[in-house]
């Protein structure tokens, strides 16, 4: 074991050895919560605890990934990977695969992301819809996700265009073996809820249960911990939650902060232990934060303080308008990245909404400054690599018609447009799927003797390769790679290219998911559908990959920043109507707002700078602007006010020109 309870402070140290019963660690930001939990799973194998009855869910893969890394380099590797960590979708998905036939599904069904998700709503909304109706697919699919976040079912009366369209998807779906996330929760939760003998056997393999970020869990997720957790026999449950109701701003994504402020009423009598020792921020950072953070109403009281000093007082720039804004701070980081000897990836800038990034990456651009924004394409929107896990999940579920509709004539094979259309409509009237409809002779009697053909070879190719897919310790990588050769993509997606160099980059990302299967089977047993639930999974937490430090400042909105933290940071555009958002007042999300600004200003570990401005530039005009109304909240004794205008005006005086000179000098001598 090489993990040591000594180098933990004592509230730390408490959380850390206390594994009976229920705990509640209120963990600060920057307060070192994710070695307290690796510590924590440390100290319970220490205690001869069965690894297998571990279990720590988390929000993300990344985060599931670090802790597991890090339980590793504390205690014998093969033993930490006994333990379960996984995000919930994860776990729901381990206790799907075992039991949702018992909910009429097959064992093998697929999970829909979300382009397959729009393109099924898309369908059906146009076979819905009655002449003059319209209805957005994305908005239809993001109601659809908020109701079953609730907890809701598929009306039954259908009288909107919503509701019938929410019923016929999800008719479709389990026509078709699929679930949407969205379904894995909810399914997962309805398995436990209506099944005992399923709910008895997890609850029996999962006798210690520890959650992160507790205050990001909506309703559907405090249930499912609920129903693991508590025992039939009135014995404490082992439940362990992590979190800061100071940090809950996922409220519009279905977060409900009242999981954590109300624990006591789901698992009464926990230990709670606060985390308020920061490791991240100076004292005049915290002291801001946490002047911020006492003026809302509904929270747990705990106060961030710091070993590390006062440090630098918080700037409070006012700038003449956007422009100003972006120009003052570009020319700021060029300069301080030479005159401190920094580097751009120690800068970061923080904003309420992706529109305020234009200017400043215009102004970043002109200096030359490189930069790194967060939310660039996913490698999962890739055409190619869509293209190439539809193939591997037809290999496994012929009847998913998403995905048959993306190889069908993925090359082109001699199946028309038409041809796909009457067997969609066929398969609509039979009720069965594309692949089952694609077989029915009254289709091959409509079609050309060419086009039946071209339809056996198909059928046929998809038969041969499930069959080969189902053989005993068939070497399922080297059968990926076949596939995908003997389907002639590659040649169709050379032809598609408009240079060798695309060509080049779009077979490069086919080959890399090939070989992350490769990579996934050195480790796994679960095979190609395991390996396409983890694809999945990963890309409902792409965003992940996005907030890894890249070459450069980053630009990055408040809700993206959770989790991060940077040397220098900017926090701009703190003005009514942007921070607090202008929904706000009317949704009364007032207090989500301010904690969204409390985790911006905790993001920041030297120093931190806020402006806001007095126009804007917006709607092909200028708009005069009213400082943010938090503002006044903030302690003055830890804040400088400075003028841009002003000090645009005032010229340098030579000693301070001199300095900056001999600072520049110092730093090319380097």
């Known amino acids: 074991m090489s993990f040591r309870l000594f180098d933990l402070n004592d509230p730390q140290r408490h959380a850390a050895t206390t594994i009976e019963g229920p705990l509640l660690i209120l963990a600060g930001a920057g307060t070192g919560k994710t070695r307290v939990i690796t510590v924590r799973i ?65 064992k093998n069904f697929t999970i829909y992301d979300e382009g397959e998700q729009s393109g099924l709503i898309k369908k059906i909304i146009t076979k819905t819809a009655a002449i ?42 389990k026509q078709l073996n699929a679930v949407d996330f969205d379904d894995l929760l909810l399914l997962g939760v309805k398995l436990l809820a209506e099944h005992p003998d399923v709910r008895e056997r997890w609850r029996n393999r999962f006798r210690y249960i520890m959650v992160d970020e507790f205050q990001d869990t909506n309703r559907l997720q405090l249930e499912m911990v609920s129903y693991l957790a508590n025992r039939e026999d009135g014995t404490s449950p082992n439940v362990a939650v992590v979190g800061d109701d100071d940090q809950s701003i996922y409220g519009w994504r279905g977060a ?59 700037r409070l720039v006012q700038a ?59 490698f999962f929107d890739r055409r190619e690599v869509k293209d190439v896990l539809a193939y591997a999940a037809c290999t496994l579920n012929a009847d998913d018609d998403v995905s048959l509709l993306r190889i069908i004539n993925t090359p082109p094979r001699g199946i028309s447009d038409n041809t796909v259309e009457r067997a969609l409509e066929l398969s609509i009237k039979r009720k069965c799927s594309l692949f089952q409809a694609l077989q029915l002779p009254e289709l091959r009697k ?82 190609l559908r395991g390996y396409l639930d983890a694809m999945a999974l990963r890309q409902e937490n792409e965003d992940d990959k996005d907030k890894e430090q890249g ?49 911006g200003i905790t993001r920041a570990q030297k ?35 400075i003028d841009l205008k002003k000090m645009l005006n005032t010229p340098v005086e030579a000693p301070a020109a001199k300095s900056r000179f001999a600072a520049m000098r110092a730093a090319l001598e380097k």
């Open 446 to 527: 409509t079609v050309t003797p060419r086009a039946a053909q071209a339809i056996t070879h198909f059928v046929g190719q998809l038969d041969h390769w499930e069959t080969k897919l189902n053989e005993p310790l068939v070497d399922q990588v080297a059968l990926f790679r076949r596939i995908i050769n003997e389907s002639g993509y590659y040649e169709d997606l050379r032809r598609s290219c408009k240079t060798p160099d695309e060509a080049l980059k779009r077979e490069s990302s086919v080959r890399d998911v090939i070989e992350g299967f490769e990579r996934f089977s050195q480790h796994s047993s679960e095979g």
């Open 320 to 378: 003449p308008d956007d422009r100003q804004e972006a120009e003052f701070i570009a020319n700021e980081i060029a300069r301080r990245k030479t005159g401190e000897t920094l580097q751009f990836e120690h800068f970061a800038i923080l904003f309420r909404m992706n529109a305020q990034s234009r200017l400043l990456e215009e102004a970043l651009r002109e200096r030359q400054i490189p930069y790194k924004i967060v939310g660039g394409k996913s």
């Open 42 to 106: 440390a100290y319970m194998l220490a205690q001869k605890i069965d690894p297998n009855s571990i279990l720590a869910v988390t929000f993300t893969n990344k985060a599931a990934n670090e802790m597991r890394e890090r339980l590793a380099g504390m205690v014998d590797p093969e033993v930490a990977k006994k333990v379960t960590m996984s995000t919930f979708h994860d776990l729901c998905v381990r206790i799907l695969r075992t039991d949702i036939e018992k909910l009429g599904y097959k």
């Open 551 to 599: 070459n450069g400042v980053m630009l990055i909105t408040l809700h993206a920043s959770k989790g991060l933290e940077f040397p220098h940071c900017y926090l701009v555009g703190l003005e009514e109507g942007i921070l607090p958002h202008d929904r706000s007042k009317l949704e009364g999300t007032l207090d989500e707002e301010r904690r969204l600004l409390y985790v």
């Open 132 to 173: 003059g109706e319209k209805l957005e697919p994305n908005l239809a699919k993001s109601l659809i996700s908020k109701a079953k976040n609730n907890g809701w079912s598929a009306p039954q009366d259908e009288k909107t265009l919503l509701g019938s369209v929410f019923a016929r998807y999800q008719a479709a779906l």
């Open 256 to 314: 409900e902060v009242s999981n954590i402020l109300e624990f006591e009423q789901h698992f009464p009598n926990p230990t709670v232990v606060k985390l308020e020792q920061n490791y991240r921020s100076t004292n005049a950072i915290l002291n801001t934060a946490n002047a911020l953070i006492k003026n809302n109403p509904r929270r747990r009281p705990k106060k961030l303080w710091s070993g590390k000093g006062d440090g630098d007082k918080i």
């Open 607 to 641: 120093t931190l700078t806020m402006t806001y401005c007095f126009n804007r530039f917006r709607y092909g005009g200028v708009v005069p602007c009213n400082p943010s109304s938090f503002l006044k909240e903030l302690d003055p004794e830890h804040i400088e006010t």
